[in-house]
């Protein structure tokens, strides 16, 4: 400023009584009575090189009390649009529309930039507007920063609320790894559409800005309210954490229903390790395929939700159908709804068979031998349901109350041998 102010200063010593046409009586300049518009931090550049670029003397003396001996060059807006670009766009905000510029802006020099009469900016709009909406706790950046300029235009635009573009390409500017998302595979619809679909523009009570909390936000679009509160089991990340995003993109994904990642993985990132809850145990799943040398078929082909559903069940475990949940139960086909859907109901309801199963001694069905009567034995009693070392996902030992069994089982071409707690070492032949 050490410049322009003897810049000023020189070129409106020039502007005497004598120069507008007034009668000379003292050398005088314009600053000598109105010093306090200039040598401002932010100065407009009309009033730093002539007061007569917008001020025109008339033919009143001039100084005089309650007399102007000065006019404006030109009625407001017509005087800011000698320089200034005037309204072409389709929305104006209302107090450039009205041509009331002087609202916002000094017409001299100001503190602020843009010549703005109050700092920061948002205290400047909030004359006007009401900023309720920005008194959440949790704020968007431009907010905080009272910078309402970062998304709205001041003075005109063609996009609704005078925002700079269109959403969501307006929000992209500044979340440029987010937008990468809306080149994947598969877009969740109020991502493509319009981002304040689910978050808040300025403020919120939530994280993120989320106009809800999750799942409730979610369960705006997705009704699965009376289902989950109706249901005998639910996933319980649904309602920890993240919630349906524990599971699933809110944006997008390359996976088929917005999946994180491919199932499996997806399942096995919690189900890698023992998980004990208030009500039970669940084991390792992760340990059982990556130290089975058998796997069961469907989980590589159909993953996990082949048996287990991902939201609710009326059934333990989330399983898809009826399985026993303990180590016996009545031998009937209702009981094993789940493993039914894929095997042969047969190897536990006919006693002779030389097709229902290979588990057999010449025709005898040796798993109706286990699992009949009233006191059926589980197939969790002798398979690990999930991956074994040994063939037939035949456990190396299964817990039989308190006690962890071991289950030593050979197989060839023709049958097998099997030595449990249970039983002596019994020998099969096809």
């Known amino acids: 400023m050490k410049k322009i102010i003897p810049f000023a200063f020189s070129l409106f010593s020039l502007f005497s009584y004598h120069v507008f046409g007034q009668e000379e009586t003292t050398e005088k300049n314009c600053i000598d009575c109105h010093s306090d518009l200039v040598g401002q931090a932010v100065m407009h550049y009309p009033a730093e090189d002539a007061c007569d670029n917008c001020h025109m003397p008339n ?3 001039h100084p005089q009390e309650n007399v102007k001996g000065f006019d404006m060059g030109d009625e407001m807006p017509g005087l800011c649009f000698l320089c ?10 209302a107090p450039s529309e009205m041509g009331e510029c002087l609202m916002c802006h000094s017409p001299h020099g100001s503190a602020n930039k843009a010549l703005l009469i109050k700092s920061p900016q948002s205290a400047l709009c909030a004359e006007c507007h009401d900023m309720e909406m920005t008194e959440g706790p949790v704020k968007h950046k431009p907010v905080a920063d009272g910078t309402c300029t970062g998304c709205h235009e001041p003075h005109q635009s063609n996009n609704s609320a005078l925002l700079m573009s269109e959403k969501p390409e307006l929000c992209n500017q500044c979340h440029t790894k987010v937008s990468l998302e809306a080149s994947m595979e598969n877009i969740h619809y109020p991502f493509e559409d319009d981002c304040a679909n689910c978050h808040s523009t300025h403020s919120s009570e939530q994280t993120d800005l989320l106009n809800e909390k999750i799942p409730d936000l979610c369960y705006l679009c997705h009704d699965m309210q009376s289902t989950i509160k109706e249901a005998a089991v639910v996933h319980k990340v649904i309602n920890e954490g993240l919630g349906c995003s524990n599971c699933h993109s809110p944006h997008a994904s390359d996976q088929g229903m917005l999946l994180k990642k491919r199932e499996k993985e997806l399942c096995l990132d919690c189900h890698s390790k023992t998980i004990k809850t208030d ?13 089975g040398n058998h796997i069961h078929g469907v989980i590589e082909t159909d993953g996990c939700i082949i048996c287990h559903s991902p939201h609710t069940s009326d059934n333990p475990s989330l399983l898809n159908g009826t399985f026993p949940s303990g180590m016996y139960a ?6 094993f709804d789940l493993c039914f859907t894929c095997h042969d109901a047969a190897l536990m309801e006919s006693a002779v068979t030389q097709t229902a199963t290979n588990f057999r001694n010449k025709e005898q069905n040796l798993h109706y031998f286990h699992i009949n009567g009233e006191k059926g034995r589980n197939c969790n009693l002798c398979h690990n349901l999930h991956g074994s070392p ?3 996902l035949i456990a190396d030992k299964v817990w039989f109350g308190k006690w962890e069994m071991p289950i030593k089982f050979l197989s060839d071409e023709n049958g097998g041998s099997c030595l ?5 070492e019994k020998i099969y032949r096809r």
């Not at 200034?84 to 905000?93: F, G, L, T």
């Not at 009545?330 to 009981?335: D, K, L, M, S």
């Not at 449990?420 to 002596?424: A, D, E, I, P």
């Open 59 to 61: 033919d009143n003396e």
């Open 390 to 392: 040994s063939e037939h």
């Open 420 to 424: 449990t707690g249970c039983h002596s």
């Open 84 to 93: 200034h670009e005037q309204h072409e766009k389709s929305n104006i905000h």
């Open 279 to 291: 009500e039970r145990i669940l084991s390792n799943i992760g340990m059982f395929l990556k130290e």
């Open 330 to 335: 009545v031998a009937v086909g209702e009981n």
